[in-house]
């Protein structure tokens, strides 16, 4: 029998498969003899377990179509010009671990981006949030007063059927709206303003042949854009409030939205 | 040619089930799944014969994982925010998992995704420590250390979940 001190290192070795098979006699010993390691090694074990279970029901599940067409060279998809949009679940994780253990990504800085579509929608939208929103007499072209008008004239002009989104649940009234230039067409800007006179606007554009969905801010402390685009439209809801907040608010305005446009 | 693409064909619910641990949401592991057989189809003459499939494919994939975590520093907080159309219509997302379940894999996806890679690679996936470093591209000794930090966090993570859920109970 080999002799040689074991450590929690070889608790992984075993549970992994990896300890020589020479040392597994002693190792077993060992661990008999550690009731903090062998207490160690069983919750590992019942997390793999776990694991493997919450997992296992994925290669059961039927292939997509389209994965097997790409493979067997039936899919007409153009590699380049397909947005992929798996990286938004890798961004969440990206978040937890910097918020949760000690900024694992805190050196690595932004590095270019693949595509622009995005960043455009939601530099005009805060580039217009941050000229109109700080207007008191002309931060609007028609007013929430005139709300039928305001929200005809506007879908008609950007080519979507726009239901102004209420958001008296989450504190801001419409203060009412505006129509913008947006990289090749046009955009409607709605405006809400809670009691605190604090404001938020909505940017809302047809021209949009991407798929997306993300925050971006254009400077460290400015106002903040939580933006979806999809094919035919898009979306940004501008503001300065807390992440939370302003997510809370861009959700509801978003359900609505999507609402309004299919009805 | 043939071959190559039925080895391939074999190969994709384990790539499937690889993506959905690493990233959790199914489109978007499905999506990486995608990106990962687009890539290899063009690299298909690369592909030695002789080299398993799996590990060759499950190297496209890290890289691409890898690359795309690494890019998506600046749009960060992204997909924090639960915005699909269904998802804001209140359509419950996840149907098939059960509350432990989703337990293990809400802390899977909080841990790094370097240790996440490299638990899911040797607890989930089988492979060999040395199949594992290969794949990640990483020596020996550190895919060692990232399966047992990635282990430990998993613990603590669960740990603190099942203190929460102890709290709210008592709260009741």
Same mark, same amino acid.
């Given at each position: 029998?080999?002799?040689?001190?074991?450590?929690?290192?070889?608790?992984?070795?075993?549970?992994?498969?990896?300890?020589?098979?020479?040392?597994?006699?002693?190792?077993?010993?060992?661990?008999?003899?550690?009731?903090?390691?062998?207490?160690?090694?069983?919750?590992?074990?019942?997390?793999?377990?776990?694991?493997?279970?919450?997992?296992?029901?994925?290669?059961?599940?039927?292939?997509?179509?389209?994965?097997?067409?790409?493979?067997?060279?039936? +899919?007409?998809?153009?590699?380049?010009?397909?947005?992929?949009?798996?990286?938004?679940?890798?961004?969440? &994780?990206?978040?937890?671990?910097?918020?949760?253990?000690?900024?694992?990504?805190?050196?690595?800085? +932004?590095? +270019?981006?693949?595509?622009?579509?995005?960043?455009?929608?939601?530099?005009?939208?805060?580039?217009?949030?941050?000229?109109?929103?700080?207007?008191?007499?002309?931060?609007?072209?028609?007013?929430?007063?005139?709300?039928?008008?305001?929200?005809?004239? !506007?879908?008609?002009?950007?080519?979507?059927?726009?239901?102004?989104?209420?958001?008296?649940?989450?504190?801001?009234?419409?203060?009412?709206?505006?129509? !913008?230039?947006?990289?090749?067409?046009? &955009?409607?800007?709605? !405006?809400?303003?809670?009691?605190?006179?604090?404001?938020?606007?909505?940017?809302?554009?047809?021209?949009?042949?991407?798929?997306?969905?993300?925050?971006?801010?254009?400077?460290?402390? +400015?106002?903040?854009?939580?933006?979806?685009?999809?094919?035919?439209?898009?979306?940004?809801?501008?503001?300065?409030?807390?992440?939370?907040?302003?997510?809370?608010?861009?959700?509801?305005?978003?359900?609505?939205?999507?609402?309004?446009?299919?009805? | 040619?043939?071959?190559?693409?039925?080895?391939?064909?074999?190969?994709?619910?384990?790539?499937?089930?690889?993506?959905?641990?690493?990233?959790?949401?199914?489109?978007?592991?499905?999506?990486?799944?995608?990106?990962?057989?687009?890539?290899?189809?063009?690299?298909?003459? $690369?592909?030695?014969? $002789?080299?398993?499939?799996?590990?060759?494919?499950?190297?496209?994939?890290?890289?691409?994982?890898?690359?795309?975590?690494?890019?998506?520093?600046?749009? $960060?907080?992204?997909?924090?925010?639960?915005?699909?159309?269904?998802?804001?219509?209140?359509?419950?997302?996840?149907?098939?998992?059960?509350?432990?379940?989703?337990?293990?894999?809400?802390?899977?996806?909080?841990?790094?995704?370097?240790?996440?890679?490299?638990?899911?690679?040797?607890?989930?996936?089988?492979?060999?420590?040395?199949?594992?470093?290969?794949?990640? $591209?990483?020596?020996?000794?550190?895919?060692?250390?990232?399966?047992?930090?990635?282990?430990?966090?998993?613990?603590?993570?669960?740990?603190?979940?099942?203190?929460?859920?102890?709290?709210?109970?008592?709260?009741?």
């Amino acid at each position: 029998m080999t002799r040689r001190d074991f450590s929690e290192r070889d608790i992984h070795l075993a549970l992994d498969g990896e300890l020589p098979g020479d040392e597994r006699a002693a190792y077993d010993a060992w661990i008999d003899a550690n009731p903090e390691m062998k207490a160690k090694s069983a919750r590992y074990t019942a997390d793999r377990a776990a694991l493997r279970a919450a997992f296992a029901g994925v290669l059961d599940e039927p292939v997509p179509v389209l994965l097997k067409q790409i493979v067997r060279g039936e +899919g007409a998809t153009k590699v380049a010009a397909r947005q992929s949009r798996w990286w938004l679940a890798a961004a969440a &994780a990206a978040v937890l671990v910097v918020g949760g253990l000690g900024g694992y990504f805190a050196g690595i800085d +932004g590095i +270019g981006r693949d595509d622009g579509a995005d960043d455009q929608l939601a530099e005009e939208a805060i580039a217009a949030h941050v000229i109109y929103a700080a207007e008191q007499r002309h931060a609007v072209e028609v007013p929430a007063s005139d709300k039928d008008h305001l929200q005809t004239w !506007l879908s008609n002009r950007v080519g979507l059927k726009l239901v102004a989104p209420d958001l008296v649940a989450e504190g801001f009234q419409l203060v009412g709206g505006r129509l !913008l230039p947006a990289g090749q067409g046009k &955009a409607a800007m709605l !405006l809400y303003e809670d009691a605190k006179g604090q404001r938020i606007s909505l940017f809302v554009t047809a021209d949009s042949s991407a798929k997306s969905k993300g925050t971006y801010t254009a400077d460290a402390g +400015g106002p903040e854009a939580v933006y979806w685009l999809d094919k035919g439209y898009a979306c940004a809801v501008v503001g300065s409030l807390p992440r939370e907040q302003l997510a809370a608010v861009a959700k509801r305005a978003y359900g609505q939205l999507v609402a309004g446009l299919a009805s | 040619m043939d071959e190559k693409k039925a080895a391939i064909l074999g190969e994709i619910p384990r790539l499937r089930r690889y993506a959905r641990s690493l990233l959790r949401d199914r489109d978007s592991a499905d999506d990486l799944v995608q990106d990962c057989l687009e890539r290899a189809l063009l690299r298909l003459e $690369g592909w030695q014969t $002789g080299e398993s499939p799996r590990r060759w494919l499950f190297t496209i994939m890290h890289h691409l994982f890898i690359d795309q975590m690494r890019k998506v520093n600046r749009r $960060g907080e992204a997909a924090i925010l639960p915005l699909d159309a269904n998802e804001a219509q209140a359509v419950p997302a996840e149907q098939a998992e059960n509350a432990a379940s989703r337990e293990i894999i809400d802390a899977l996806q909080a841990i790094s995704p370097d240790r996440r890679a490299a638990l899911v690679m040797v607890a989930i996936e089988g492979f060999s420590y040395a199949e594992a470093a290969n794949i990640l $591209g990483v020596p020996a000794g550190t895919l060692m250390s990232r399966i047992a930090r990635g282990r430990e966090e998993l613990r603590s993570l669960l740990d603190d979940t099942a203190r929460r859920r102890s709290i709210r109970i008592v709260e009741k």
